[in-house]
C-alpha cells in the first residue's frame, strides 16, 4: 500500500482498516484488504475528480487546503503549496505574471507552465486537473483496461495531425512504416520506457543509418507521445528521457565547384536542368523550386516570392541574369501551365527529382552531392564573394543567423589563401629585420666620421 507499518498500526488502532488481533499480533485477510483499498480509490477518486468544480471562493479555498500558510501568504510571496501540489509566478520580461505548476506524481516531480492562465484561481484550477487525472490514469480500473498500441497511436498521429499540420507527413509516414512500427508496433504504450528506445536506437545504427537520421525519428516519437498525453491515451513520455546524439561530426560540407556545375548540367535531362539553375541562382529548397507558380514570379520587377515555406515565412530572392534568361526559355516552353515545372503527364508539379539528380551526378562522375547541397553551394559563394552574413540569412530565408553559418563553408582556396597571409607577413617581417640588421653593422666610429665630412662638405 506504499505506507509506513506505523500508519497500518496507527489504522489499526482508530479501526480505519479491517484486521484481526491474534495473540497480541494483527493479521489481515486478503479479500478484506482488496475490497477496503478498492473502496477508498473510488473515495478518493470521487474527491479528485470534484476539486476541478469547487465552487468556493479562492480567500476560502486557501483557508481550507494552503499549507504552510505563514510563509505562502507573505506580502511577497509567490509560491502557495496547497499539500497535493504547487502554483507559484514569475515575471516576463515584458513585466507580466505567467503562472506554473509544481508536483509529484508516481515520484517524478512535473513542473509546467499554465499557458493563457491570467490568475491564481485559474492555475489552481488547472493544478487539480492535472492532480486528477494522473490519479485516474494510476488507479482508474478502466484505464487500465483499455490499453493503445503503438501502431494504434501511429495512424492516429498520421491520419489526425500530421496530414494537416506537416508539409513532410509523407515523411513521416515513411520512418514509422518502414522501422517504428515494426519495432514498437504492437507494444502497449505503458511499455514502452527509456530502455526500449534505447534499443531501437542501436538497432537503427547497427542497420548504417546516420546518428542525425535517428534523431529525426526519435523527434518524431517524442511528439507521439505528447500528443497521445493531450488524447488522454497515456500519461507519461518516455522519450524525454532519451537525449538525442549530437550531430556536429555529422554535418556534411559538400560544395559544388564551378567545374563540377559545368559537368552536371551538361549530363542532366532537359527538364533537370532549369530546376537545378534556379537551386544554384536563388538557393530555394527543393519542395520551394518543384512547387513554384509563374504568379510567384514578377519578371518585370526581376523577383521571385517564396511562399509556403519551411518556417512559414514567406521571403523575395532577386533574379539575376542567368536566371531571367533561364526562365523566359521555361516560359516559352511550358505552355499554360500555372505551375514553373509541371510533369507532362500529369500537369502536376514532379513530386521528386531524386532518382534523375542522382544519375546526372554519377554520369558527371560527381560523388556524395545531394539536392541540398545545391543550397550550400549558392550560400557559400556569397559568402566567398563578400556578401554579409545577415542578407545570405535573408535570402535563405532562417530566422537566426546560426542556422545560416551551418550552411556556409570555408573552401580549400580560401584556406590556402589565409595561411599563405600569414607566410607573407613573415617574409615582410624578415626583410625588415635584415635591413635593421644592416644599419646596425656600421661601427660608432665610421659614423662619426660620416657625419663629420657630411658637415663640412655641406659648409
Known amino acids: 500500500?506504499?505506507?509506513?507499518?506505523?500508519?497500518?498500526?496507527?489504522?489499526?488502532?482508530?479501526?480505519?482498516?479491517?484486521?484481526?488481533?491474534?495473540?497480541?499480533?494483527?493479521?489481515?485477510?486478503?479479500?478484506?484488504?482488496?475490497?477496503?483499498?478498492?473502496?477508498?480509490?473510488r473515495k478518493i477518486l470521487e474527491f479528485y475528480s470534484f476539486l476541478p468544480k469547487f465552487d468556493l471562493s479562492l480567500e476560502k479555498y486557501d483557508k481550507m487546503l494552503l499549507k504552510e500558510r505563514s510563509n505562502a501568504l507573505g506580502k511577497n510571496s509567490k509560491r502557495w503549496n496547497y499539500g497535493f501540489?504547487?502554483?507559484?509566478?514569475?515575471?516576463?520580461?515584458?513585466?507580466?505574471?505567467?503562472?506554473?505548476?509544481?508536483?509529484i506524481v508516481s515520484g517524478e516531480r512535473k513542473r509546467h507552465i499554465v499557458k493563457n492562465a491570467q490568475t491564481r484561481a485559474e492555475a489552481v484550477l488547472v493544478l487539480q486537473e492535472k492532480i486528477a487525472e494522473a490519479f485516474s490514469v494510476a488507479h482508474n480500473s478502466r484505464?487500465?483496461?483499455?490499453?493503445?498500441?503503438?501502431?494504434?497511436?501511429?495512424?492516429?498521429?498520421?491520419?489526425?495531425y500530421a496530414k494537416i499540420n506537416k508539409r513532410s507527413w509523407r515523411s513521416d509516414r515513411y520512418r514509422i512504416e518502414a522501422h517504428m512500427k515494426s519495432f514498437f508496433g504492437n507494444m502497449d504504450l505503458e511499455d514502452i520506457d527509456p530502455r526500449s528506445i534505447e534499443n531501437y536506437r542501436a538497432e537503427r545504427?547497427?542497420?548504417?543509418?546516420?546518428?542525425?537520421?535517428?534523431?529525426?525519428?526519435?523527434?518524431?516519437?517524442?511528439?507521439?507521445?505528447?500528443?497521445?498525453i493531450d488524447w488522454k491515451l497515456t500519461y507519461e513520455n518516455p522519450v524525454t528521457k532519451v537525449k538525442l546524439f549530437s550531430e556536429k561530426d555529422t554535418q556534411k560540407e559538400r560544395i559544388?565547384?564551378?567545374?563540377?556545375?559545368?559537368?552536371?548540367?551538361?549530363?542532366?535531362?532537359?527538364?533537370?536542368?532549369?530546376?537545378l539553375v534556379v537551386a544554384l541562382t536563388t538557393g530555394m529548397r527543393r519542395g520551394e523550386i518543384l512547387n513554384l507558380r509563374w504568379k510567384q514570379v514578377?519578371?518585370?520587377?526581376?523577383?521571385?516570392?517564396?511562399?509556403?515555406?519551411?518556417?512559414?515565412?514567406?521571403r523575395t530572392i532577386p533574379i539575376n541574369d542567368v536566371l531571367f534568361k533561364e526562365l523566359l526559355q521555361i516560359k516559352q516552353s511550358s505552355g499554360k501551365s500555372v505551375f514553373i515545372f509541371p510533369n507532362p503527364k500529369?500537369?502536376?508539379?514532379?513530386?521528386?527529382?531524386?532518382?534523375?539528380?542522382?544519375?546526372?551526378?554519377?554520369?558527371?562522375?560527381?560523388?556524395?552531392?545531394?539536392?541540398?547541397?545545391?543550397?550550400?553551394?549558392?550560400?557559400?559563394?556569397?559568402?566567398?564573394?563578400?556578401?554579409?552574413?545577415?542578407?545570405?540569412r535573408d535570402l535563405l530565408g532562417h530566422f537566426s543567423v546560426r542556422v545560416t553559418q551551418r550552411y556556409t563553408h570555408t573552401n580549400q582556396k580560401q584556406m590556402k589563401n589565409a595561411v599563405q597571409l600569414l607566410a607573407q607577413k613573415a617574409l615582410n617581417k624578415a626583410?625588415?629585420?635584415?635591413?635593421?640588421?644592416?644599419?646596425?653593422?656600421?661601427?660608432?666610429?665610421?659614423?662619426?666620421?660620416?657625419?663629420?665630412?657630411?658637415?663640412?662638405s655641406v659648409n
Open 431 to 456: 626583410k625588415n629585420a635584415d635591413n635593421l640588421s644592416h644599419i646596425c653593422h656600421i661601427s660608432p666610429q665610421d659614423d662619426l666620421n660620416n657625419r663629420v665630412n657630411s658637415f663640412f
Open 256 to 275: 559544388l565547384t564551378e567545374e563540377e556545375e559545368l559537368e552536371l548540367l551538361a549530363e542532366s535531362p532537359d527538364y533537370l536542368k532549369p530546376i
Open 346 to 392: 500529369t500537369e502536376k508539379p514532379y513530386s521528386e527529382v531524386k532518382k534523375s539528380f542522382k544519375k546526372a551526378c554519377g554520369r558527371a562522375g560527381i560523388e556524395d552531392l545531394r539536392f541540398h547541397d545545391l543550397r550550400h553551394t549558392f550560400a557559400t559563394r556569397l559568402i566567398e564573394s563578400g556578401v554579409d552574413i545577415i542578407t545570405v
Open 205 to 228: 545504427l547497427e542497420m548504417g543509418v546516420t546518428k542525425s537520421t535517428v534523431n529525426r525519428e526519435i523527434t518524431i516519437m517524442k511528439k507521439m507521445f505528447n500528443l497521445a
Open 1 to 41: 500500500m506504499q505506507v509506513h507499518p506505523k500508519t497500518v498500526y496507527k489504522w489499526s488502532e482508530d479501526g480505519k482498516i479491517p484486521h484481526l488481533r491474534i495473540n497480541g499480533l494483527l493479521r489481515f485477510k486478503k479479500s478484506e484488504i482488496e475490497a477496503w483499498q478498492d473502496k477508498n480509490k
Open 298 to 314: 514578377d519578371m518585370k520587377k526581376r523577383q521571385i516570392r517564396v511562399e509556403e515555406t519551411k518556417s512559414g515565412k514567406n
Open 85 to 103: 501540489g504547487t502554483v507559484y509566478t514569475r515575471k516576463t520580461k515584458e513585466g507580466k505574471d505567467r503562472w506554473y505548476l509544481d508536483y
Open 143 to 160: 484505464t487500465k483496461n483499455r490499453r493503445t498500441k503503438f501502431q494504434e497511436l501511429a495512424d492516429s498521429y498520421i491520419n489526425e
